[in-house]
């Protein structure tokens, strides 16, 4: 279906352009992209897959942009989502252990150390359910728990030690073939 893959690869390629902005720091471009290639993936009636990596790509761009609001409100959609319709798989499961963890880090980087355990609590349970584990709520839940302090940089050096974010250099060039630093675009 030569249609269904040109409307693949388009998106895809205008992902991998705001993959390459947020790695340059430009996360406001990098948001552009990712908002046009969601646009788009749904648009072609892509499979779901790929609106949920731009999705996840957005929310680390707003993440790292410092916009912990507007990373919390999807946060709490996402959960009373899954409070109302619960997951029915494995990778279902997963990202609901993965929202609330992504719920956890940022409640840390706004200092509220006690919510952030309830987030981790509920994201390491979930992953429990499907055998999974998740070592950055492990981590960041042992840190909280020996009172240790944890400001917004640490935290984000843990997430980067712990290559929590999908947006990265090796993947970029995996996915892409085409290095962020020597981009021909």
Request: hydrophobic residues 40%; positive net charge.
């Amino acid at each position: 279906m030569k249609v269904a893959s040109d409307a693949v690869r388009a998106h895809l390629q205008v992902a991998e352009v705001g993959k390459r902005a947020a790695l340059r720091g430009d996360h406001a471009e990098a948001l552009r992209s990712y908002r046009e290639a969601m646009r788009m993936a749904v648009q072609s009636r892509s499979p779901e897959a790929f609106f949920r990596h731009y999705l996840e790509a957005s929310l680390e761009s707003l993440e790292l942009m410092g916009d912990f609001d507007s990373v919390l409100e999807y946060c709490g959609r996402a959960i009373d989502h899954y409070a109302k319709t619960p997951p029915s798989n494995d990778l279902a499961w997963l990202d609901l252990a993965s929202v609330y963890q992504r719920r956890g880090v940022v409640l840390c980087k706004v200092g509220n150390t006690a919510a952030a355990t309830e987030a981790f609590d509920a994201a390491l349970r979930q992953a429990q359910r499907i055998g999974a584990t998740l070592e950055l709520s492990q981590r960041l839940r042992g840190w909280i728990a020996r009172g240790l302090t944890l400001t917004p940089e640490r935290v984000l050096q843990e997430q980067r030690r712990l290559r929590y974010f999908s947006v990265r250099e090796e993947t970029l060039r995996a996915a892409s073939g085409v290095s962020a630093r020597k981009s021909p675009l």
